[in-house]
């Protein structure tokens, strides 16, 4: 039998919670971006972004009164982060060091614990892909639980095994039957011209607009992320409006509006297509759902399992 170990929503009051849109991922002529900061800020404040990471490689652009911007005075939530790009390419937030030069993934990785920040890896795709490269990252996910995610989506989709290493790398870090450390996805723009706005994007569910929030809720995965090839600006895709969980029935139950159907994946395939996933029978070390529109996608984060052993005697 499945037993529900990992539940990413577990904290969540889909009730009063509100849902913030956020992108980790974004440059500006800071280093190799088209737009300034206040250009680039402006830009995705109009578009009713709550939550900005400006990433420019190798420096941070921050604070944001530099380029006289009031993230407070905007209702919005400044996230200090790089791109550290002396190795494959790193997501650091929360940290205002200035540059992280070390030679080595795992060398980067450890000086922003150091720092208190978080890591994001960034397109994951673009490297090498093969089994040495998911077993580095789930190692340095086991080794650092500050590594909160990868990118699943960048740039719109423009490293399409993204969804593949995650998937991997979330086989590696859940499959014990002890010690579950999952790897959460996101979707960013990684935004270096407006040409790459606004195609990939998070929904934070947080009970209040503070970085300390923010700070919980991207640890414990309470957030889903979308895709949408058209680059509206408004969010047309599927959104989610709830997922329940009942550990009696052993059912995750899933609810939202614009979609036309829904996949429930697990490592290898899809093993079901109703609003309702019955795990009762599940097999797999891990389940996630993707609401599916003519507009775009919308993902969960992955829901882990243990599974009970029949003693013969």
């Known amino acids: 039998m499945a037993i529900l170990v990992v539940n990413p929503y577990a904290g969540v009051n889909w009730a009063t919670y509100e849902q913030y849109k956020a992108n980790f991922h974004t440059h500006t002529n800071e280093s190799d971006g088209a737009a300034t900061p206040a250009a680039t800020i402006d830009l995705y404040d109009a578009a ?23 993230p407070a005075a905007l209702g919005m939530i400044a996230v200090a982060g790089q791109e550290i790009s002396t190795n494959d390419h790193i997501v650091a937030l929360f940290s205002t060091e200035a540059a992280y030069e070390d030679a080595d993934e795992d060398a980067t990785v450890a000086d922003i614990a150091a720092h208190n920040g978080l890591v994001i890896m960034a397109h994951p795709g673009q490297y090498i892909n093969n089994d040495v490269k998911d077993t580095f990252y789930a190692q340095l996910k086991l080794d650092y639980p500050l590594l909160n995610g990868i990118e699943v989506y960048n740039q719109g989709d ?23 450390k999952p790897v959460w996805g996101y979707a960013n723009d ?29 640890t414990n995965g309470a ?6 090839p058209g680059k509206t600006g408004t969010a047309d895709v599927p959104r ?13 139950t899933i609810a939202g509006t614009d979609y036309t159907s829904v996949e429930w994946h697990s490592e290898i ?8 996933f019955d795990y009762n029978i599940f097999h ?16 969960t984060q992955p829901f882990g399992f243990n599974h009970e052993v029949a003693v013969i005697l």
């Open 240 to 252: 989610i409006s709830s997922i329940v969980v009942d550990e009696e029935a052993h059912t995750i």
């Open 48 to 70: 009713g972004y709550e939550i900005l990471a400006l990433t420019d490689h190798d420096l941070t652009s921050y604070p944001w009164s530099t380029y006289s911007k009031d």
């Open 284 to 299: 797999g070390v891990f389940v996630r759902a993707v609401l599916v529109s003519a507009t775009g996608k919308t993902y």
């Open 190 to 218: 990684d935004m270096h011209t407006v040409a790459n706005r606004f195609c990939d994007f998070n929904f934070m569910l947080m009970p209040e607009l503070t970085e300390t929030a923010l700070k919980t809720c991207m």
């Open 158 to 180: 423009k490293y399409e095994t993204d969804r593949r290493i995650w998937d991997r790398v979330n086989i590696l870090t859940m499959g014990g039957y002890t010690n579950k």
């Open 269 to 276: 395939e899809v093993v079901g297509t109703d609003e309702v």
């Open 223 to 228: 957030f889903y992320f979308c895709y949408e």
